[in-house]
């Protein structure tokens, strides 16, 4: 083996004294409380000297070591009080000694260290999201919120940017097969009060539906979709993360389904937000950003929404900011789209069924002119549409209705 048990050792040993130099100098603003996130950091380092002759004591400070490269790493992208004291490069040193770490695990094992310390360090990361959470109801069936005045909710945002953090090192390719163990934590993160912890849990369900099959979410499917629909009405410093994960995860996981009720739920809690502040820019800007994977899911059942929909496109429109009136349009655009054309696709089923039906004249007669103002309205696109069903012979007779020389003989009604 390229590096032995005592490499890793003396390795460990090597990475972890700057970073304990580095952190020991940086300055720490105590906060109000008796909460003290730089010696929680510090007590993740391992002692120096390091004395370590068991495997077991090794995997152990690896865990923990693990831990403080995760959080000091992560704040980078935080914009939480209790990280903005660390500097960038503290924060890239955490970074680079994890990355060193991990090819000399690789070297040394063959292995994923990312992947084989997720069994441990996981548990340990719902566990501290959890201690500060709202428990939803005690013996008697009454709220109750003990278990937020027991820890320090600080312990909970810390743990809920390792957690996404360390999720985002996995390589895609070995991602899915950590889901069992990366979703309840995801989970109990988007069920947390705080929206700093939230939004780590929907970063981290962001990434899972970017990168993983979406069978891997078959499981806890009507568990997550139902977390998303109660989040939407989320805080407006989290709201495009939830409307960017419910998006993402109601397409990838309803994706043949159209009619599911939960791209219903989902677009209903979010239309109902946006009334509540229909002229909120922040608002707007981040549902109109993510929302096309869902308009194009649900294709021509979004007819059913435009009552609510366009009155709220037609307000955004006007709306003092270009960058509000290009998404709009382009929103609106997509919407046209995804139900005229499929629209074609309805038609032509109808159609053939009309042939059981009593009024099938009148009703294949009403089809066709409504086929025909489409073609007159959208000319090159109807076509392009059509010419799918040119050569079926069940449609030989519709196909000569709709030639532009005979469209005359099936007049408009105004």
């Known amino acids: 083996m390229a590096t032995s048990f005592s490499n890793l050792r003396d390795l460990l040993?090597?990475?972890?004294?700057?970073?304990?130099?580095?952190?020991?100098?940086?300055?720490?603003?105590q906060p109000d409380s008796d909460i003290s996130i730089k010696s929680l950091l510090q007590s993740l380092l391992p002692p120096f000297p390091i004395n370590i002759n068991e495997e077991s004591d090794l995997q152990s400070q690896l865990t923990s070591f693990t831990l403080l490269c995760a959080a000091l790493a992560s704040?980078?992208?935080?914009?939480?009080?209790?990280?903005?004291?660390?500097?960038l490069s503290l924060s890239n040193s955490a970074d680079s000694a994890f990355r060193e770490l991990h090819k000399a695990f690789s070297d040394d094992q063959g292995k994923d260290i990312t992947i084989e310390l997720m069994p441990r360090v996981l548990p340990l990361l719902k566990t501290s999201i959890k201690e500060s959470s709202i428990d939803k109801e005690d013996a008697d069936g009454d709220e109750v919120s003990a278990a937020s005045a027991r820890v320090p909710v600080a312990y909970a945002i810390v743990a809920a940017h390792q957690f996404k953090w360390l999720v985002t090192q996995v390589d895609s390719s070995q991602l899915g097969k950590l889901c069992s163990l990366i979703i309840p934590c995801a989970l109990t993160a988007l069920d947390h009060w705080s929206p700093e912890v939230k939004g780590q849990g929907m970063m981290t369900f962001i990434h899972l539906a970017k990168h993983v099959n979406s069978s891997v979410f078959s499981v806890y499917e009507d568990?997550?979709?139902?977390?998303?629909?109660?989040?939407?009405?989320?805080s407006d410093e989290i709201w495009e993360h939830v409307v960017e994960m419910s998006v993402l995860l109601v397409t990838c996981t309803q994706q043949n389904n159209p009619r599911s009720s939960w791209f219903e739920k989902v677009l209903n809690e979010m239309l109902s937000h946006l009334w509540r502040q229909p002229r909120s820019k922040e608002r707007r800007i981040a549902f109109l950003k993510h929302i096309e994977p869902l308009f194009i899911g649900m294709g021509l059942v979004l007819l059913g929404h435009f009552r609510r929909m366009f009155p709220l496109f037609f307000k955004w429109m006007h709306a003092d900011d270009d960058q509000s009136v290009l998404l709009v349009?382009?929103?609106?655009?997509?919407?046209?789209?995804?139900?005229?054309?499929?629209?074609?696709?309805?038609?032509?089923?109808?159609?053939k069924d009309a042939s059981l039906k009593v009024e099938k004249?009148?009703?294949?007669?009403?089809?066709?002119?409504?086929?025909?103002?489409?073609?007159?309205?959208?000319?090159?696109?109807?076509?392009?549409?059509?010419?799918?069903?040119?050569?079926?012979?069940?449609?030989?007779?519709?196909?000569?209705?709709?030639?532009?020389?005979?469209?005359?003989?099936?007049?408009?009604?105004?």
């Open 13 to 29: 040993t090597r990475l972890s004294q700057p970073i304990r130099e580095s952190l020991s100098k940086t300055s720490y603003k």
């Open 75 to 87: 704040s980078q992208t935080s914009t939480y009080d209790q990280l903005s004291w660390i500097p």
């Open 223 to 234: 568990v997550i979709l139902d977390a998303c629909c109660q989040n939407i009405a989320s």
């Open 329 to 351: 349009l382009d929103s609106i655009k997509t919407v046209i789209k995804f139900t005229w054309i499929r629209l074609i696709d309805e038609l032509v089923i109808l159609y």
């Open 361 to 414: 004249e009148e009703i294949r007669a009403r089809i066709v002119q409504i086929l025909t103002l489409l073609q007159k309205c959208k000319g090159e696109q109807f076509e392009a549409a059509w010419v799918k069903y040119k050569e079926d012979p069940n449609l030989s007779k519709l196909c000569t209705s709709l030639n532009p020389e005979t469209v005359v003989s099936h007049p408009i009604s105004t």
